[in-house]
T-cell receptor
Framework: DVKVTQSSRYLVKRTGEKVFLECVQD?????MFWYRQDPGLGLRLIYF???????EKGDIPEGYSVSREKKERFSLILESASTNQTSMYLC?????????????FGDGTRLSIL | AQSVTQLGSHVSVSEGALVLLRCNYS??????LFWYVQYPNQGLQLLLK??????LVKGINGFEAEFKKSETSFHLTKPSAHMSDAAEYFC?????????????FGRGTSLIVHP
């Protein structure tokens, strides 16, 4: 089974801090994704990556950046955290040619910005 | 671009009753279709998927869904609800006309099961 591991389940940070959320997958998947989930809004795509050092903006990239230095690891960075970034963050992965493949999700990181 | 509509942000049923969660998509060319379940404080996990072949798809925990091209629908059903089915359910599509390998998710339906 694919395992997607997010480094923190719960995280509390202060406004203005630089925040790193880490995600690791163990199945050699090419594609990795970061979503945020808010009540009533479903999942919104922040960034995705289809290869090492490659990244593409999703629907809501403002205030975020990403890093993919190794195939198995995809990091989400909040450059200067703000209270409106308090949310549940979900990482996911799929193999190449993944349109008929399901996404494999981590357990999420619930981030609170005070 | 594709869109996915899940009718009803909340659905409430009694234990033992039929569960019906609705999903409609916008693509004119059949896409790939997925249902995911999310239990509290967890990530999403796959319930079932339709790619090609039989239009009635069976998934885990007794759930099934039927792909109806003429209605552009992929509704999720379970004959008899159990308390443990209480969760958030997401429909997703990828591929098809105007689609890519990046899925489009519906906004989710929260299933509430009463004793």
């Amino acid at each position: 089974d694919v395992k997607v591991t997010q480094s923190s389940r719960y995280l509390v940070k202060r406004t203005g801090e630089k925040v790193f959320l880490e995600c690791v997958q163990d199945m050699d998947h090419e594609n990795m994704f970061w979503y945020r989930q808010d009540p009533g809004l479903g999942l919104r795509l922040i960034y995705f990556s289809y290869d090492v050092k490659m990244k593409e903006k999703g629907d809501i990239p403002e205030g975020y950046s990403v890093s993919r230095e190794k195939k198995e690891r995809f990091s989400l960075i909040l450059e200067s955290a703000s209270t409106n970034q308090t949310s549940m963050y979900l990482c996911a992965s799929t193999p190449t040619d993944g349109s008929n493949q399901p996404q494999h999700f981590g357990d999420g990181t619930r981030l609170s910005i005070l | 671009a594709q869109s996915v509509t899940q009718l009803g942000s909340h659905v409430s049923v009694s234990e033992g009753a039929l569960v019906l969660l609705r999903c409609n998509y916008s693509s004119s060319v059949p896409p790939y279709l997925f249902w995911y379940v999310q239990y509290p404080n967890q990530g999403l996990q796959l319930l079932l998927k339709y790619t090609t072949g039989a239009t009635l798809v069976k998934g885990i925990n007794g759930f099934e869904a039927e792909f109806k091209k003429s209605e552009t629908s992929f509704h999720l059903t379970k004959p008899s609800a159990h308390m443990s089915d209480a969760a958030e359910y997401f429909c997703a599509v990828s591929g098809g006309a105007g689609g890519s390998y990046i899925p489009t998710f519906g906004r989710g339906t929260s299933l509430i099961v009463h004793p």
